[in-house]
């Protein structure tokens, strides 16, 4: 059974960071791309970054410059480095990741529970 546990989120003021971390565990082939998504109170899920096995990123644009994501493919872990947090950033993040359980099988999308980032004004 593969898990994904998100961890790092918390409460900041405006301009300060953090840094979240998902680790994928479990039985698994191969985890390609990994990502990261949040959610505000009232609105639908959104992308925010992403990152292949082969290490390109991309981001969602309000983010740029700001965010950073990363991983170990030893550690199969997804880091999202948030630098000048806004308090539009506030919303509960998770990570996903497409992994392969076996050859027979094909890439399936796995998310974690969520860790809640906070941006005081």
């Known amino acids: 059974q593969v898990e994904l546990v998100e961890s790092g989120g918390g409460f900041v003021q405006a301009g300060g960071s953090l840094e979240l971390s998902c680790v994928v565990s479990g039985s698994k082939l191969r985890v390609d791309t990994m990502g990261w998504y949040r959610q505000a109170p009232g609105q639908e899920r959104e992308f925010v970054a992403q990152?292949?096995?082969?290490?390109?990123?991309n981001y969602q644009d309000s983010v740029k410059g700001r965010f950073t994501i990363s991983r170990d493919n030893v550690l199969n872990i997804v880091y999202l480095r948030m630098n000048s947090l806004k308090p539009e950033d506030t919303a509960v993040y998770f990570c996903?990741?497409?992994?392969?359980?076996?050859?027979?099988?094909?890439?399936?999308?796995?998310w974690g529970q969520g860790t809640q980032v906070t941006v005081s004004s």
């Open positions: 990152i292949t096995r082969g290490a390109v990123k």
């Open positions: 996903s990741a497409d992994v392969l359980i076996s050859v027979h099988d094909s890439y399936r999308t796995y």
